[in-house]
């Protein structure tokens, strides 16, 4: 079935500092891919998202590209900030009518001033 | 902006107890899911609802769980005789309206911690 494989954690980063956090997708349709983020204490929020391959999500700062022919989205970001350390859960959508999301296990960044 | 509120923020309860988790999904969307997190581990997938009815489950969503929407803005998930490996985050999700369009980004509750002791 589909899947998703982030990259494991934790990733520790000073401010400023340049970011990527590394996913890949096994899916048998076109999946829609996206970011979401979990600060601490808080719930799942959508980041960014990219529908089709070649697409390019992007939202405070962070960027992430739909890659068909490596099958990945990996979240970049040219200059992290202490607010930025969060659970980030990378995730498809299988493409069915009722956009049931498959997670990756996240990967929880730190970063420190 | 509207949210998804999920209560109670965190639920004990005893082992073979039921619980019920309660959310209140965005007003005017029509497709509601719930997932769960074990500590640690990704966030699955447990069922997806729509049209008083569910839509589609995942092999974790046995006979012990179920879904109701009892009004017209609740939307709960029972666990009828807890374990101990029910004890995870459960997240709300409602999707816009119109239809649950793969590339709609779900929006989430702020997830309920279920402890069973």
């Known amino acids: 079935g589909d899947s998703v494989t982030q990259m494991e954690g934790p990733v520790t980063l000073s401010e400023e500092a340049f970011l990527t956090i590394n996913c890949t997708y096994t899916a048998t349709g076109y999946p829609s891919l996206f970011w979401y983020v979990q600060y601490p204490g808080e719930g799942l929020q959508l980041l960014l998202k990219?529908?089709?391959?070649?697409d390019k999500g992007s939202n405070k700062g962070f960027e992430a590209t739909y890659r068909k022919e490596t099958t990945s989205f990996h979240l970049e970001k040219g200059s992290v900030q202490v607010s930025d350390s969060a659970v980030y859960f990378c995730?498809?959508?299988?493409?069915?009518?009722?956009?049931?999301?498959?997670f990756g296990k996240g990967t929880k960044l730190s970063v420190k001033p | 902006e509207p949210e998804v509120t999920q209560t109670p923020s965190h639920q004990v309860t005893q082992m073979g107890q039921e619980v019920i988790l309660r959310c209140v999904p965005i007003?005017?969307?029509?497709?509601f899911y719930w997932y769960r997190q074990i500590l640690g581990q990704k966030v699955e997938f447990l069922v997806s609802f729509y049209n008083n009815e569910i839509s589609e489950k995942s092999e974790i969503f046995d006979d012990q769980f179920s879904v109701e929407r009892p009004d017209g803005s609740n939307f709960t998930l029972k666990i009828r005789s807890t374990k101990l490996e029910d004890s995870a985050m459960y997240f709300c999700a409602s999707n816009p309206a119109q239809g649950a369009y793969s590339n709609q980004p779900q929006h989430f509750g702020d997830g309920t911690r279920l402890s069973i002791l």
């Open positions: 007003s005017n969307h029509l497709y």
């Open positions: 995730a498809l959508s299988d493409g069915g009518s009722q956009g049931n999301l498959i």
């Open positions: 990219a529908t089709k391959a070649d």
